[in-house]
């Protein structure tokens, strides 16, 4: 396997490749993007081995199996590339094009995107019916979900194989048709967007809405912190593409969110968003 974006997501698809015993090169465009995503990676199966879920020796052979490399062409030889980078169909659509250019006739080309449209990346390629998406949940190696998209043309024999490869990654496949947002952000941004307005207008503060949603609803993390933990960039780009995929007005992004994105507050991984953030964790309200 190839993944390309080392990212948080991309470091966690590919940890958890090398773990159930896959050859992985790891891709992006800059060495310390490259390195960071080793770190977390390093880290994250440190974790691991600190709480008994995996012995050192399976730590040690998962960090051997990891080829990390900052040219694209390195991933020639996959069998499957599952693409990790940002939510932007632009940047997407000119890797989907280069990615069809280098690998081999036979190779698979999934996309971990959040929203954009399966068949529209498809379409970018010499090979529709061997592009499909690979939608993993962060954080990759503890959530069990990978949603499955077929794009308009992928075929029953690439939906198989990507179905058995989430299984032999320990995750549980989920075929969801190729609609913008799919089935879990077409109904979660809504949702963190109509936190951030309730924000926005005053109902409550973060904690008290968030706090209402735990408590109330039983979630395990409340939508304004989740929507930093995702990253507000990304919420207000998957937000986009489902207004521009349905032209619905309930899909538009609530100005506060627009405004922190413009400041640079993406949440967690900035240290800032509804809340401040240090190392990783929430210590207050922003």
Not at 42 to 71: M, N, P
Not at 113 to 119: A, L, N, R, V, W
Request: glycine residues 8%; contains cysteine.
């Amino acid at each position: 396997m190839a993944v390309v974006g080392a990212g948080q997501m991309g470091a966690g698809i590919a940890q958890v490749a090398a773990v159930a015993g896959l050859d992985v090169v790891l891709v992006d465009v800059k060495d310390e993007f490259v390195e960071r995503g080793l770190a977390t990676i390093r880290a994250s199966l440190d974790k691991f081995v600190e709480k008994g879920k995996i012995e050192a020796a399976g730590r040690d052979a998962a960090l051997h199996a990891i080829r990390a490399t900052t040219k694209l062409e390195d991933a020639s030889d996959a069998d499957i590339v599952v693409e990790a980078i940002i939510e932007d169909a632009d940047a997407k659509l000119s890797l989907f094009r280069d990615l069809d250019r280098i690998t081999p006739d036979a190779a698979i080309l999934a996309s971990n995107t959040s929203s954009i449209p399966i068949t529209q990346l498809a379409a970018a390629t010499g090979r529709p019916s061997q592009v499909i998406g690979m939608h993993f949940f962060n954080p990759v190696p503890l959530m069990a979900l990978v949603e499955v998209i077929r794009g308009h043309d992928t075929s029953d024999a690439t939906a198989k194989a990507v179905v058995s490869l989430a299984k032999r990654l320990g995750k549980t496949p989920v075929e969801v048709r190729d609609f913008p947002g799919f089935v879990s952000n077409r109904v979660l941004m809504p949702m963190l967007n109509e936190a951030m307005f309730a924000l926005h207008e005053g109902v409550g503060d973060a904690e008290a809405i968030d706090t209402v949603m735990k408590l109330g609803m039983n979630h395990p993390m409340g939508p304004l912190e989740l929507a930093d933990y995702v990253g507000l960039d990304t919420c207000l780009a998957i937000l986009e593409v489902l207004y521009d995929g349905f032209g619905d007005p309930k899909y538009r992004a609530c100005p506060l969110l627009r405004q922190k994105v413009h400041a640079g507050h993406f949440g967690r991984k900035t240290g800032r968003g509804f809340y401040v953030w240090e190392k990783g964790r929430k210590v207050s309200v922003a």
